[in-house]
Protein backbone atom coordinates (compact mmCIF):
# COMPACT_ATOMS: atom_id res chain seq x y z
CA UNK A 1 0.00 0.00 0.00
CA UNK A 2 1.12 3.41 -0.59
CA UNK A 3 2.39 5.40 2.27
CA UNK A 4 1.67 8.80 2.04
CA UNK A 5 3.11 12.16 4.03
CA UNK A 6 1.97 15.57 4.28
CA UNK A 7 3.42 18.80 5.47
CA UNK A 8 2.54 20.77 7.73
CA UNK A 9 0.65 18.54 9.65
CA UNK A 10 -1.37 21.36 11.17
CA UNK A 11 -0.67 25.41 11.16
CA UNK A 12 -2.16 28.81 12.12
CA UNK A 13 -1.97 31.62 9.80
CA UNK A 14 -3.15 34.84 9.77
CA UNK A 15 -5.63 36.18 7.17
CA UNK A 16 -4.15 37.35 3.80
CA UNK A 17 -1.25 35.05 3.98
CA UNK A 18 -0.45 31.83 1.90
CA UNK A 19 0.34 28.74 2.77
CA UNK A 20 1.77 25.72 0.83
CA UNK A 21 0.88 22.07 1.42
CA UNK A 22 3.28 19.13 0.49
CA UNK A 23 2.44 15.60 -0.26
CA UNK A 24 5.01 12.93 -0.83
CA UNK A 25 4.13 9.30 -1.88
CA UNK A 26 6.61 6.36 -1.42
CA UNK A 27 5.79 5.34 -4.84
CA UNK A 28 5.12 6.51 -8.18
CA UNK A 29 1.39 7.42 -9.01
CA UNK A 30 0.03 8.68 -12.29
CA UNK A 31 -2.99 10.48 -10.40
CA UNK A 32 -2.98 12.94 -7.28
CA UNK A 33 -6.07 14.33 -5.47
CA UNK A 34 -6.24 17.43 -3.29
CA UNK A 35 -9.60 17.65 -1.06
CA UNK A 36 -10.99 19.94 1.51
CA UNK A 37 -13.01 18.61 4.50
CA UNK A 38 -14.75 21.64 6.34
CA UNK A 39 -15.26 20.77 10.27
CA UNK A 40 -17.56 18.08 10.62
CA UNK A 41 -18.41 17.72 6.94
CA UNK A 42 -17.39 15.37 3.94
CA UNK A 43 -14.90 15.52 1.62
CA UNK A 44 -15.28 18.10 -1.19
CA UNK A 45 -12.48 17.51 -4.15
CA UNK A 46 -10.49 20.59 -5.41
CA UNK A 47 -8.60 19.33 -8.16
CA UNK A 48 -6.53 16.19 -9.41
CA UNK A 49 -3.07 16.63 -10.45
CA UNK A 50 -1.47 14.41 -13.10
CA UNK A 51 2.42 14.89 -13.67
CA UNK A 52 3.47 17.07 -16.68
CA UNK A 53 -0.13 18.99 -17.32
CA UNK A 54 -2.43 21.36 -15.67
CA UNK A 55 -4.25 20.82 -12.67
CA UNK A 56 -7.95 19.75 -13.64
CA UNK A 57 -9.80 22.13 -11.31
CA UNK A 58 -13.62 21.16 -9.50
CA UNK A 59 -16.65 23.91 -9.78
CA UNK A 60 -15.80 25.90 -7.58
CA UNK A 61 -12.03 26.12 -6.99
CA UNK A 62 -9.92 28.56 -9.02
CA UNK A 63 -6.05 27.99 -9.91
CA UNK A 64 -5.25 31.90 -8.88
CA UNK A 65 -6.48 31.09 -5.18
CA UNK A 66 -5.61 27.00 -5.12
CA UNK A 67 -2.02 26.28 -7.43
CA UNK A 68 -1.05 23.28 -7.48
CA UNK A 69 2.44 21.94 -8.55
CA UNK A 70 3.18 17.96 -9.26
CA UNK A 71 6.47 18.30 -10.61
CA UNK A 72 7.32 14.29 -10.37
CA UNK A 73 5.28 11.48 -10.01
CA UNK A 74 5.70 10.74 -6.33
CA UNK A 75 5.08 14.80 -5.07
CA UNK A 76 2.45 17.78 -4.82
CA UNK A 77 2.12 20.73 -3.98
CA UNK A 78 -1.47 22.83 -3.02
CA UNK A 79 -1.17 26.52 -2.03
CA UNK A 80 -3.48 28.00 -0.25
CA UNK A 81 -3.63 31.94 -1.32
CA UNK A 82 -4.76 34.88 0.41
CA UNK A 83 -6.36 32.97 3.04
CA UNK A 84 -9.20 34.14 4.98
CA UNK A 85 -10.58 32.23 8.16
CA UNK A 86 -13.64 30.38 5.87
CA UNK A 87 -10.39 28.42 4.52
CA UNK A 88 -10.08 26.57 7.85
CA UNK A 89 -10.41 23.18 7.01
CA UNK A 90 -8.55 19.95 6.57
CA UNK A 91 -6.58 19.28 3.56
CA UNK A 92 -6.41 15.80 2.17
CA UNK A 93 -3.92 14.69 -0.36
CA UNK A 94 -4.63 11.05 -1.90
CA UNK A 95 -3.81 8.33 -4.63
CA UNK A 96 -5.47 6.04 -6.55
CA UNK A 97 -4.83 2.46 -4.39
CA UNK A 98 -2.72 0.46 -7.34
CA UNK A 99 -2.21 -2.42 -4.57
CA UNK A 100 -2.24 -5.63 -6.88
CA UNK A 101 -5.73 -7.53 -6.97
CA UNK A 102 -7.60 -4.56 -6.41
CA UNK A 103 -9.12 -2.21 -8.56
CA UNK A 104 -8.00 1.12 -9.08
CA UNK A 105 -9.89 4.20 -8.71
CA UNK A 106 -10.12 3.87 -5.22
CA UNK A 107 -7.72 6.11 -2.52
CA UNK A 108 -5.54 5.96 -0.10
CA UNK A 109 -5.43 9.48 1.31
CA UNK A 110 -2.69 11.22 3.61
CA UNK A 111 -2.96 12.04 7.47
CA UNK A 112 -4.32 15.52 6.17
CA UNK A 113 -2.98 19.69 7.18
CA UNK A 114 -5.48 20.94 9.32
CA UNK A 115 -5.09 24.81 8.65
CA UNK A 116 -6.95 27.37 10.85
CA UNK A 117 -6.81 30.85 9.67
CA UNK A 118 -7.27 33.72 12.22
CA UNK B 1 -24.68 18.55 -10.16
CA UNK B 2 -24.09 15.13 -9.42
CA UNK B 3 -24.70 14.38 -5.38
CA UNK B 4 -24.55 11.49 -3.19
CA UNK B 5 -27.30 11.67 -0.44
CA UNK B 6 -26.13 9.92 2.72
CA UNK B 7 -28.56 9.67 6.09
CA UNK B 8 -28.34 9.49 9.08
CA UNK B 9 -26.08 12.16 9.99
CA UNK B 10 -25.25 10.96 13.04
CA UNK B 11 -26.21 7.55 14.99
CA UNK B 12 -25.67 7.26 18.68
CA UNK B 13 -26.19 3.82 19.60
CA UNK B 14 -26.11 1.66 22.61
CA UNK B 15 -22.99 -0.98 22.36
CA UNK B 16 -24.24 -4.57 20.49
CA UNK B 17 -27.07 -2.83 18.56
CA UNK B 18 -27.01 -2.58 15.33
CA UNK B 19 -26.01 0.29 12.85
CA UNK B 20 -27.12 1.15 9.27
CA UNK B 21 -25.97 4.36 6.70
CA UNK B 22 -27.41 4.61 3.50
CA UNK B 23 -26.27 6.54 0.12
CA UNK B 24 -28.34 7.12 -2.54
CA UNK B 25 -26.86 8.55 -6.10
CA UNK B 26 -28.85 11.11 -8.42
CA UNK B 27 -27.22 9.16 -10.95
CA UNK B 28 -25.61 6.07 -11.84
CA UNK B 29 -22.47 4.92 -10.31
CA UNK B 30 -19.78 2.98 -12.07
CA UNK B 31 -19.26 1.66 -8.33
CA UNK B 32 -19.41 2.68 -4.91
CA UNK B 33 -16.64 2.57 -2.46
CA UNK B 34 -16.80 3.20 1.52
CA UNK B 35 -14.49 4.68 3.74
CA UNK B 36 -13.94 5.25 7.76
CA UNK B 37 -12.65 8.19 9.40
CA UNK B 38 -11.53 7.81 12.95
CA UNK B 39 -11.93 11.03 15.12
CA UNK B 40 -9.08 12.87 14.23
CA UNK B 41 -7.77 10.62 11.33
CA UNK B 42 -7.95 10.52 7.71
CA UNK B 43 -10.83 8.34 5.62
CA UNK B 44 -9.27 4.81 5.36
CA UNK B 45 -10.88 2.47 2.15
CA UNK B 46 -13.30 -0.43 3.35
CA UNK B 47 -14.30 -1.88 0.66
CA UNK B 48 -15.87 -1.38 -3.08
CA UNK B 49 -19.17 -2.61 -5.13
CA UNK B 50 -19.19 -2.96 -8.89
CA UNK B 51 -21.65 -4.67 -9.54
CA UNK B 52 -25.89 -4.86 -9.25
CA UNK B 53 -27.51 -6.05 -6.73
CA UNK B 54 -23.81 -6.83 -5.13
CA UNK B 55 -23.37 -7.64 -1.77
CA UNK B 56 -19.93 -7.94 0.28
CA UNK B 57 -19.51 -8.71 3.99
CA UNK B 58 -16.75 -7.86 6.23
CA UNK B 59 -17.08 -9.53 9.41
CA UNK B 60 -19.87 -7.56 11.30
CA UNK B 61 -20.12 -5.34 8.44
CA UNK B 62 -22.26 -5.93 5.72
CA UNK B 63 -22.08 -3.70 1.87
CA UNK B 64 -24.63 -3.23 -0.33
CA UNK B 65 -25.15 -2.22 -3.89
CA UNK B 66 -28.55 -1.59 -4.95
CA UNK B 67 -30.00 -3.47 -8.41
CA UNK B 68 -29.98 -0.04 -10.43
CA UNK B 69 -26.30 1.28 -8.71
CA UNK B 70 -27.25 4.27 -7.19
CA UNK B 71 -27.62 3.39 -3.90
CA UNK B 72 -26.12 1.36 -0.79
CA UNK B 73 -26.40 0.41 2.72
CA UNK B 74 -23.57 0.02 5.31
CA UNK B 75 -24.84 -2.72 8.14
CA UNK B 76 -23.19 -3.29 11.27
CA UNK B 77 -24.07 -5.86 13.20
CA UNK B 78 -23.67 -5.70 17.12
CA UNK B 79 -21.48 -2.46 17.55
CA UNK B 80 -18.24 -2.53 19.35
CA UNK B 81 -16.80 0.53 20.60
CA UNK B 82 -14.11 0.53 17.96
CA UNK B 83 -16.85 1.03 15.29
CA UNK B 84 -17.06 4.49 16.48
CA UNK B 85 -15.83 7.39 13.43
CA UNK B 86 -17.93 8.65 10.55
CA UNK B 87 -18.49 6.49 7.81
CA UNK B 88 -17.94 7.77 4.38
CA UNK B 89 -20.19 6.49 1.07
CA UNK B 90 -18.54 7.89 -2.38
CA UNK B 91 -19.93 7.24 -5.75
CA UNK B 92 -17.52 7.29 -9.24
CA UNK B 93 -18.59 8.75 -11.84
CA UNK B 94 -17.39 8.23 -14.95
CA UNK B 95 -17.19 10.95 -17.66
CA UNK B 96 -13.77 12.84 -18.78
CA UNK B 97 -11.67 11.70 -16.16
CA UNK B 98 -13.36 9.92 -13.25
CA UNK B 99 -13.86 11.29 -9.74
CA UNK B 100 -15.21 10.33 -6.26
CA UNK B 101 -18.31 12.24 -5.05
CA UNK B 102 -18.54 11.52 -1.42
CA UNK B 103 -21.54 11.54 0.76
CA UNK B 104 -22.22 13.65 3.50
CA UNK B 105 -20.97 10.96 6.34
CA UNK B 106 -23.02 9.46 8.83
CA UNK B 107 -20.91 9.59 12.59
CA UNK B 108 -21.73 6.75 14.50
CA UNK B 109 -21.35 7.21 18.32
CA UNK B 110 -21.03 3.74 20.56
CA UNK B 111 -21.65 4.04 23.88
CA UNK B 112 -20.32 1.24 26.54
Known amino acids: SAVISQKPSRDICQRGTSLTIQCQVD?????MFWYRQQPGQSLTLIAT?????????ESGFVIDKFPISRPNLTFSTLTVSNMSPEDSSIYLC???????????????FGPGTRLLVL | GQQVMQIPQYQHVQEGEDFTTYCNSS?????IQWYKQRPGGHPVFLIQ?????EVKKQKRLTFQFGEAKKNSSLHITATQTTDVGTYFC????????????FGAGTRLAVHP
Open chain 1, 94 to 108: SVEDLTSGRRRETQY
Open chain 1, 27 to 31: SQVTM
Open chain 1, 49 to 57: ANQGSEATY
Open chain 2, 27 to 31: TTLSN
Open chain 2, 49 to 53: LVKSG
Open chain 2, 90 to 101: AGLVSGGYNKLI
